[in-house]
């Protein structure tokens, strides 16, 4: 336990982000490679195939990022301790961006594969309406004028919200679409070559140092904001008290 809070420590410190990102940026670059140039196209889809190495990552950062959200959730409105929620709305936002960037590069591949931007397939709508739950999750956080309440009610929706994240990545095995069925987590093994394989995984490993960086960046980010709100409410009561006479 010491040990993980250490870790948990140095990384949201300010060289521990500083490290993060730096790693990051390498392991994204050696993807980009990785995809591009050194791995070769797909027989049948040819070029437009490489999407499968940022399509892929961002809808799994979508999925991590929602379980966080649901995990944070549960521990603060068991705790009720700020921490749990600062960890929750930084993921959320995070899920809500990989959200949308799943569903514009789903439809960038979707059209010279299927013929259209956009079809009514089971995965790609109940993936838009995990975007819709967690835009309400952001939106419901802004709402109350009583900070405490608007993040129970965001809590609550985190924890219901997160109940169509299993649904959508069972969508295709559920009902005939367009979309395609798993490729990798199969029960008789991934269809996809090793070469596309390691380069998917490495895209995958890629992107969630990606989210870890960001997720520490924008808990750091509400800390500070927190403290400056909490200096802006001291600063009145400090010159009220300069003002009284002795």
């Given at each position: 336990?010491?040990?993980?809070?250490?870790a948990?420590?140095?990384?949201?410190?300010?060289?521990?982000?500083?490290?993060?990102?730096?790693?990051?940026?390498?392991?994204l670059?050696?993807?980009?490679?990785?995809?591009?140039?050194?791995?070769?196209?797909?027989?049948?889809?040819?070029?437009?195939?490489?999407?499968?190495?940022?399509?892929?990552?961002?809808?799994?950062?979508?999925?991590?990022?929602?379980?966080?959200?649901?995990?944070?959730?549960?521990?603060?409105?068991?705790?009720?301790?700020?921490?749990?929620?600062?960890?929750?709305?930084?993921?959320?936002?995070?899920?809500?961006?990989?959200?949308?960037?799943?569903?514009?590069?789903?439809?960038?591949?979707?059209?010279?594969?299927?013929?259209?931007?956009?079809?009514?397939?089971?995965?790609?709508?109940?993936?838009?309406?995990?975007?819709?739950?967690y835009?309400?999750?952001?939106?419901?956080?802004?709402?109350?004028?009583?900070?405490?309440?608007?993040?129970?009610?965001?809590?609550?929706?985190?924890?219901?919200?997160?109940?169509d994240?299993?649904?959508?990545?069972?969508?295709?095995?559920?009902?005939?679409?367009?979309?395609?069925?798993?490729?990798?987590?199969?029960?008789?093994?991934?269809?996809?070559?090793?070469?596309?394989?390691?380069?998917?995984?490495?895209?995958?490993?890629?992107?969630?140092?990606?989210?870890?960086?960001?997720?520490?960046?924008r808990?750091?980010?509400?800390?500070?904001?927190?403290?400056?709100?909490?200096?802006?409410?001291?600063?009145?009561?400090?010159r009220?008290?300069?003002e009284?006479?002795?």
């Amino acid at each position: 336990m010491r040990r993980s809070r250490r870790a948990v420590g140095w990384l949201t410190s300010e060289r521990g982000r500083r490290v993060l990102g730096w790693t990051t940026a390498v392991f994204l670059t050696l993807s980009a490679v990785l995809s591009l140039v050194v791995v070769p196209a797909d027989a049948e889809q040819g070029v437009v195939q490489r999407l499968m190495y940022v399509h892929v990552p961002t809808a799994w950062i979508a999925y991590l990022a929602f379980t966080v959200v649901f995990a944070a959730s549960v521990a603060y409105l068991r705790t009720r301790r700020t921490r749990w929620d600062r960890l929750a709305e930084a993921s959320a936002e995070i899920g809500v961006v990989f959200t949308a960037l799943t569903i514009v590069l789903g439809a960038i591949w979707g059209r010279p594969t299927w013929g259209v931007w956009w079809t009514w397939d089971p995965r790609l709508t109940t993936t838009a309406i995990l975007f819709l739950i967690y835009l309400g999750y952001l939106a419901v956080r802004r709402l109350p004028e009583n900070p405490m309440r608007a993040y129970r009610w965001a809590a609550v929706i985190g924890v219901l919200g997160f109940l169509d994240v299993p649904v959508v990545h069972l969508s295709v095995l559920w009902w005939r679409g367009l979309h395609q069925p798993p490729s990798v987590l199969r029960v008789q093994g991934p269809v996809v070559a090793p070469s596309m394989l390691f380069a998917l995984g490495f895209a995958v490993a890629a992107f969630t140092l990606a989210y870890l960086w960001l997720l520490v960046t924008r808990m750091h980010l509400r800390r500070v904001e927190e403290r400056a709100r909490s200096d802006l409410l001291r600063a009145p009561v400090a010159r009220v008290g300069k003002e009284v006479p002795n």
